[in-house]
């Protein structure tokens, strides 16, 4: 557990189903079955928490197979608490995990939300399209 601030936890821990559900509604992410969502987390390779007294207030964590391909997934802070810097000490965690554990020719993938871009290009991630890369796709069911 790391302090992040005065009753500020960080941990690098799965939140509750419970709780992933009431952030991504604080967010307005819309909404997800439970079961959806606990299979979702248990099927996560890394997981970091930040707490305020007891209650979640941010997370992330990272998806893929582990070996060649990682995807950053749920960077997420409660809005009463952004622009404190809990993204970023999510994020710095992250990044240490991934440091760790890719090796060369592996790929690191994330969706920014809108206007976050810059937010992950401190951290080394490059807007696509670029000269060599072409549009991101997704498809939402």
Not at 48 to 75: C, K, P, S, T, W
Not at 97 to 122: M, N, P, W
Request: include cysteine; glycine fraction near 10%.
């Amino acid at each position: 557990m790391t302090v992040l601030a005065d009753k500020f936890f960080l941990t690098l821990e799965s939140p509750t189903v419970a709780e992933f559900l009431t952030l991504r509604s604080r967010v307005e992410w819309g909404d997800l079955e439970a079961n959806l969502a606990e299979k979702s987390l248990n099927n996560s390779l890394f997981h970091v928490i930040v707490r305020h007294e007891n209650q979640l207030v941010g997370m992330g964590r990272v998806v893929g197979d582990g070996a060649m391909y990682f995807y950053i997934q749920d960077v997420v802070v409660d809005p009463s608490y952004q622009k404190m810097g809990i993204g970023a000490a999510l994020m710095d965690k992250i990044e240490g995990y991934l440091s760790d554990v890719t090796s060369q020719g592996s790929t690191i993938g994330l969706l920014a939300a809108q206007g976050k871009e810059a937010f992950y290009s401190r951290y080394g991630y490059i807007q696509r399209p670029s000269s060599s890369l072409g549009h991101g796709m997704c498809k939402f069911i």
